[in-house]
């Protein structure tokens, strides 16, 4: 399957999740993670639905990946946040009032 457009992979993303018991199965346990040869991922089957319903299916899911990308920006700029003003909390440097007044001024 090669993928043109955006809802094509988010389909398959979902598609793959959908499968990881099928991969884990079929694979063999590496040092990290489960190992698939490229024989035994080419033989697995993915049904290709129709360019009206991948546009449907990408209306529905497209608002959810905006979610995840906004909390991961969010979740990284709130350990940006943290990894600045921890250090000078412990120290002493700063006090928890103005830590606050700084991760606010952020956007923390």
């Given at each position: 399957?090669?993928?043109?457009?955006?809802?094509?992979?988010e389909?398959?993303?979902?598609?793959?999740?959908?499968?990881?018991?099928?991969?884990n199965?079929?694979?063999?346990?590496?040092?990290?993670?489960?190992?698939l040869?490229?024989?035994?991922?080419?033989n697995?089957?993915?049904?290709?639905?129709?360019?009206?319903?991948?546009?449907?299916?990408?209306?529905?899911?497209?608002?959810?990946?905006?979610?995840?990308?906004?909390?991961?920006?969010?979740n990284?700029?709130?350990?940006?946040?943290?990894?600045?003003?921890?250090?000078?909390?412990?120290?002493?440097e700063i006090?928890?009032e103005?830590?606050?007044?700084?991760?606010?001024?952020?956007?923390a």
């Open positions: 399957m090669v993928l043109n457009t955006i809802a094509e992979r389909f398959l993303y979902f598609r793959l999740l959908d499968l990881k018991e099928t991969i199965r079929y694979g063999y346990n590496g040092a990290t993670m489960v190992n040869n490229k024989n035994k991922f080419e697995l089957r993915v049904v290709r639905p129709t360019s009206q319903l991948l546009g449907k299916y990408h209306d529905m899911v497209f608002p959810m990946f905006q979610s995840i990308l906004n909390l991961q920006q969010r990284t700029n709130l350990e940006k946040t943290r990894d600045l003003l921890l250090p000078k909390l412990i120290s002493g006090s928890v103005t830590a606050e007044k700084q991760a606010v001024a952020q956007g």
